[in-house]
């Protein structure tokens, strides 16, 4: 069975980047979007746009008698896509010792006990650590910067509690948990991976 570390992150935790080092620190496969690409290879789908679907969730489930046929329709589209993606990370996690950041994997990849990681931080450090790698265009206030990060952690969260038993971010349901706040992703690579490594001997 190949060995699986899976990061599960708030929006601006520094869960990329801890997902980078520590696929270079163990010699294992880093997956990320690739997975986009697979989708948008067998949807036929632009990946700007399956990025942005996918990000969005599901969310306000059970679909009630107000919702237009529209909004059913997204949800219908958006739960696909979901099965897709999730098959897909299936398919990648059975080739090679990997670590696969977000994409719901640690849901999906729950039966072949993969070591769950979650990244977490406060607003404070999160708002800093994305303004400090936004594109010089791109400027934003922290008030955008805010409601850009519970948007985005709503929709993982709403979409992860649809298809696993736990909550996103409730600690029972991962190996570890990491607060990044005022931390510097380099100084835990070595140590997570050590603990990493003993989870799999």
Same mark, same amino acid.
């Given at each position: 069975?190949?060995? =699986?570390?899976?990061?599960?992150?708030?929006? *601006?935790?520094?869960?990329?980047?801890? *997902?980078?080092?520590?696929?270079?620190?163990?010699?294992?496969?880093?997956?990320?979007?690739?997975?986009?690409?697979?989708?948008? !290879?067998?949807?036929?789908?632009?990946?700007?746009?399956?990025?942005?679907?996918? !990000?969005? *969730?599901?969310?306000?489930?059970?679909?009630?008698?107000?919702?237009?046929?529209? $909004?059913?329709?997204?949800?219908?589209?958006?739960?696909?896509?979901?099965?897709?993606?999730?098959?897909? &990370?299936?398919?990648?996690?059975?080739?090679?010792?990997?670590?696969?950041?977000?994409?719901?994997?640690?849901?999906?990849?729950?039966?072949?006990?993969?070591?769950?990681?979650?990244?977490?931080?406060?607003?404070?450090?999160? &708002?800093?650590?994305?303004?400090?790698? +936004? $594109?010089?265009?791109? &400027?934003?206030?922290?008030?955008?910067?805010?409601?850009?990060?519970?948007?985005?952690?709503?929709?993982?969260?709403?979409?992860?509690?649809?298809?696993?038993?736990? +909550?996103?971010?409730?600690?029972? *349901?991962?190996?570890?948990?990491?607060?990044?706040?005022?931390?510097?992703?380099?100084? =835990?690579?070595?140590?997570?991976?050590?603990? =990493?490594?003993?989870?799999?001997?």
């Amino acid at each position: 069975m190949k060995k =699986i570390v899976t990061v599960s992150r708030e929006f *601006g935790s520094g869960g990329r980047e801890t *997902g980078k080092r520590l696929a270079e620190a163990l010699g294992f496969n880093y997956v990320d979007s690739e997975i986009i690409q697979a989708v948008a !290879e067998q949807t036929k789908l632009d990946e700007n746009y399956l990025r942005d679907k996918l !990000e969005q *969730g599901i969310a306000n489930y059970p679909v009630t008698i107000g919702r237009t046929f529209s $909004q059913v329709k997204s949800i219908s589209n958006s739960a696909m896509l979901i099965a897709k993606q999730h098959n897909i &990370i299936r398919d990648i996690a059975a080739k090679s010792d990997c670590v696969i950041v977000g994409r719901g994997a640690d849901v999906a990849l729950a039966d072949l006990k993969p070591f769950k990681i979650f990244v977490y931080a406060d607003m404070r450090s999160k &708002i800093a650590r994305i303004r400090s790698r +936004a $594109q010089t265009d791109e &400027i934003l206030t922290d008030k955008e910067i805010e409601r850009k990060i519970r948007h985005i952690d709503g929709a993982r969260k709403s979409t992860h509690d649809l298809y696993s038993p736990r +909550a996103w971010g409730d600690k029972a *349901g991962y190996n570890i948990c990491i607060n990044t706040t005022d931390t510097d992703v380099k100084s =835990i690579i070595k140590p997570l991976s050590e603990i =990493i490594v003993a989870y799999f001997k």
